[in-house]
């Protein structure tokens, strides 16, 4: 078993995704899924770059509730206990769009998360309140206004949220100051959904004016939303849950692929090197099933 474990999260619905934890089988944690339902599912596979990992469902599934609501981190305080039943150096958080928001705030309120890779996430808590303990979080405001609509139809989400840190919206600022781990940003330039090279940016500031580490920020020209596995196609525009119709997420075919090439890479060997070591990552390989 790799020393170390890494832990995701994911919003895959249950009756798209057949889950089977095993924390027994050969001293590691697995979580297989057979079906992704959407794209943001995927960040599962991602997790598949080390031999040791848990992903946690938080809404839709079982018997967790069928909305995302308000967001309790009290339920990934009790779910990240059982990565203490492994032995190792430390904790690694995996998250993209709304999951990497949640890592971020799990890194931020809960202790003992060693290193975090945070692909296109906000600075921010988005769409629900998050709530630890005493502390509440409330959303960042949106402006419908600025939602522009494509001739295709498509929404242009792009400068849909509020900046962060101007006025009432400062409130809701995720608390990254108050984290040890160390992190990694995973940047697409032509993100669609938000402004991520900005978010990023400000988290940086943000760490370093708290005497905190410099986080590691590689970005992407021209790559979208939704980076993934290597050789997942571009989703170029999907329904998006909060808007209630399809936008366009970003990127363009040729970039985004080269940048998943590298994205699978430099999370591995960030990983592996932050956890265990190890700096050989596992190359890329398409497989082809007749």
């Known amino acids: 078993m790799m020393e170390g474990t890494l832990w995701c999260h994911r919003t895959c619905p249950a009756e798209a995704c057949g889950t089977e934890l095993d924390p027994f089988l050969g001293s590691q944690i697995f979580l297989e899924f057979e079906v992704a339902f959407e794209s943001i599912g995927r960040v599962c596979w991602l997790g598949r770059a080390l031999p040791s990992w848990l992903s946690l ?3 839709n599934y079982k018997d967790l509730p069928k909305d995302l609501g308000c967001i309790h981190l009290e339920y990934f305080e009790e779910g990240r206990k059982v990565c ?13 769009s709304k ?3 949640l ?7 809960l202790k003992g998360t060693t290193v975090s890779v ?13 709530k630890y303990k005493a502390e509440s979080l409330p959303p960042v405001g949106p402006d419908m206004n600025r939602i522009k609509v494509t001739k295709d139809g498509f929404s242009d989400v792009a400068d849909f949220l ?3 840190l101007e006025g009432a919206n400062q409130n809701c600022s995720i608390p990254v100051e108050r984290s040890d781990t160390t992190f990694l940003f995973l940047v697409g330039q032509d993100d669609g959904n938000w ?15 708290h005497g905190k ?17 290597p050789y997942f196609p571009l989703c170029k525009a999907s329904v998006h849950s909060l808007v209630g119709g399809p936008v366009i997420w970003g990127g363009e075919p040729r970039a985004h692929a080269m940048a998943q090439v590298d994205a699978w890479q430099q999370l591995q060997t960030f990983f592996h090197k932050q956890l265990s070591g190890d700096k050989r990552p596992s190359p890329a390989k398409l497989i082809f099933f007749e």
């Open 99 to 101: 999951e990497a928001e």
């Open 118 to 130: 945070i692909i296109n996430g906000a600075m921010a808590t988005v769409a629900r309140t998050l």
């Open 162 to 164: 509020n900046v962060p």
């Open 57 to 59: 469902a938080y809404y």
């Open 213 to 229: 580490e410099k986080p590691q920020i590689i970005c992407y020209p021209e790559s979208g939303h939704h980076i993934e596995p």
């Open 195 to 209: 402004k991520s090279e900005f978010y990023a940016n400000e988290i940086s500031k943000r760490l370093q004016a």
């Open 84 to 96: 203490f039943w492994f032995k190792g150096p430390g904790i690694g958080l995996l998250g993209t």
């Open 103 to 109: 890592s971020l705030s799990v890194a931020s309120f």
